[in-house]
């Protein structure tokens, strides 16, 4: 099925680890920044922040990649992953703050990362 405006696979898939990696490791350092109480990189930096919330990341990152890829069958999709992106931002500084439980703040923003992007799938899948 040749959709206009469609990816081709491989730069789907290399586009799907770029933004799943930006994602999940911008999306750590805001948590970590929020548990921490600072955003001055030096202080984030000597206190491990940084290196954890890059690795744990990373690693969350890789496996997102599949479901990602799977979501951009053309570049209109990436509008809504951003948006999506802001959406779990919100969720993790609004939920820590609230409740000061990361648990409940990074295992909620996984779990709406996931529904979301099915949500986006089905929805460019009914546009088109």
């Known amino acids: 099925m040749n959709v206009t405006g469609a990816i081709p696979t491989a730069k789907r898939i290399a586009l799907a680890l770029g933004i799943s990696w930006l994602a999940s490791v911008s999306?750590?350092?805001?948590?970590?920044?929020?548990?921490?109480?600072?955003v001055s990189v030096p202080q984030l930096w000597v206190m491990g922040v940084i290196q954890v919330a890059t690795i744990i990341s990373t690693v969350i990152g890789i496996f997102l990649t599949p479901l990602i890829?799977?979501?951009l069958r053309?570049?209109?999709v990436i509008k809504w992953i951003v948006l999506l992106w802001l959406l779990s931002?919100?969720?993790?500084?609004?939920i820590f703050t609230l409740t000061h439980s990361g648990g409940i703040?990074?295992?909620?923003?996984l779990l709406l990362t996931l529904v979301g992007l099915?949500?986006?799938?089905?929805?460019?899948?009914i546009s088109n």
Do not use: P
Request: hydrophobic share 55%.
């Open 27 to 38: 999306l750590g350092l805001v948590y970590g920044a929020r548990v921490v109480g600072t």
């Open 69 to 71: 890829a799977w979501v």
């Open 74 to 76: 053309s570049y209109g």
């Open 89 to 94: 931002v919100i969720w993790v500084l609004t």
């Open 105 to 109: 703040a990074l295992e909620g923003a």
């Open 118 to 125: 099915i949500v986006i799938r089905l929805r460019s899948e």
